[in-house]
């Protein structure tokens, strides 16, 4: 695997750098084209990728610099010139963000929520990859055959046969892409696609944890991404039981 791809220079293009770059035009790509398809506002998907795309980037950063509190106090530089970010730090400020939005443009937030949840997820799978060849989110030791030893330079240790999570998260992101697609039209409700990627996110993101050693932060023997995962879960139910009742409410309206 290659941490850097090339140099001109001082210039080096990182590979991290590159999958994420993949991952944000592949979101926008394919949500601008699945609101042409849809007969939905295109250039919103447009203003509405580009806004998340930057807010998730600050809330993945910020989200980090409260975890690594202490090393920001000491040598703030460090922190924020880092690679590190937190994955549900950017869902949150993006979901924020992107009701912010819809509630001043006058549009239907679940609409474009629905619209645009396979889009993200297909982003965090080229993200992950990009920490698959940084070598960050790295898993435990071990000694089974899937193991990966990651070179020097690469924030793994490096030499140790080590789970290859990172690659099981860009897997699973990948399913949940493709399943929130395939049921795209076959959900009963508005918002139901959206609330899906919650939960199969929240799933998905909570089991990996148990074979990760990077986390940082924790609680009653849990990592602080597998709370905030329970919560993005029960947050999914409520708004699957908020859809249909708002789909309830509607054909009330023409009875």
Wanted: proline share 3%.
């Amino acid at each position: 695997m290659k941490v850097d791809l090339f140099s001109i220079g001082h210039f080096t293009v990182h590979t991290y750098g590159v999958m994420i770059a993949i991952g944000v035009i592949l979101c926008v790509v394919m949500g601008y084209y699945r609101a042409k398809r849809m007969e939905m506002k295109a250039e919103s998907v447009l203003d509405l990728a580009i806004l998340c795309v930057v807010m998730g980037f600050l809330g993945a950063k910020v989200i980090f610099v409260i975890l690594s509190w202490k090393q920001f106090l000491t040598d703030p530089l460090s922190v924020l010139g880092s690679s590190g970010f937190v994955v549900y730090g950017g869902i949150i400020f993006g979901v924020v963000s992107a009701l912010i939005y819809c509630k001043i443009k006058n549009i239907r937030f679940f609409e474009y929520f629905d619209l645009l949840a396979p889009s993200v997820s297909l982003a965090q799978a080229f993200g992950r990859l990009g920490c698959f060849f940084a070598g960050c989110c790295y898993g435990k030791e071990t000694s089974l055959p899937i193991g990966i030893v990651f070179p020097e330079g690469s924030f793994a240790p490096a030499g140790v046969p080590l789970l290859p999570t990172q690659l099981f998260s860009s897997a699973g992101d990948f399913v949940i892409a493709f399943v929130l697609i395939r049921m795209t039209g076959k959900m009963r409700h508005t918002g139901d696609v959206g609330a899906l990627y919650l939960m199969l996110y929240g799933i998905g993101r909570f089991c990996v944890e148990f074979l990760r050693t990077n986390e940082q932060g924790g609680f009653i023997g849990l990592t602080t991404a597998q709370l905030i995962s329970i919560v993005f879960m029960i947050i999914s139910i409520v708004l699957f039981i908020r859809n249909k009742r708002a789909a309830d409410r509607e054909d009330l309206m023409y009875i």
